[in-house]
């Protein structure tokens, strides 16, 4: 899916953001492994309320402190358990 500033790219007007949007392949129930990863590397969270934010809009903000980045990490899933 294209989602963000490259479907801007694609079907709009070029502009430059300073975030990347990521589409998950997981669903919320693994957001205490990501939210391990985020700490690991070093990213700061863009909500005070991480684990409430994330069930209630599907999306994890971060940024990189050093670049000012943002990623933008969105769960295409509420929940995964049971899924082939």
Same mark, same amino acid.
């Given at each position: 899916?294209?989602?963000?500033? $490259?479907?801007? %790219?694609?079907?709009?007007?070029?502009? %430059?953001?300073?975030?990347? =949007?990521?589409?998950?392949?997981?669903?919320?129930?693994?957001?205490?492994?990501?939210?391990?990863?985020?700490?690991?590397?070093?990213?700061?969270?863009?909500?005070?309320?991480? =684990? =409430?934010?994330?069930?209630?809009?599907?999306?994890?903000?971060?940024?990189? $402190?050093?670049?000012?980045?943002?990623?933008? %990490?969105?769960?295409?899933?509420?929940?995964?358990?049971?899924?082939?």
């Amino acid at each position: 899916m294209v989602i963000g500033g $490259q479907a801007v %790219l694609l079907y709009g007007e070029p502009r %430059l953001t300073k975030d990347i =949007d990521v589409t998950l392949g997981v669903g919320v129930d693994h957001l205490d492994r990501l939210k391990a990863i985020v700490n690991r590397l070093g990213f700061k969270y863009l909500t005070d309320r991480v =684990d =409430d934010f994330v069930k209630e809009t599907m999306v994890l903000p971060v940024i990189d $402190q050093k670049s000012g980045i943002r990623l933008i %990490l969105f769960f295409p899933f509420r929940l995964m358990k049971g899924r082939p």
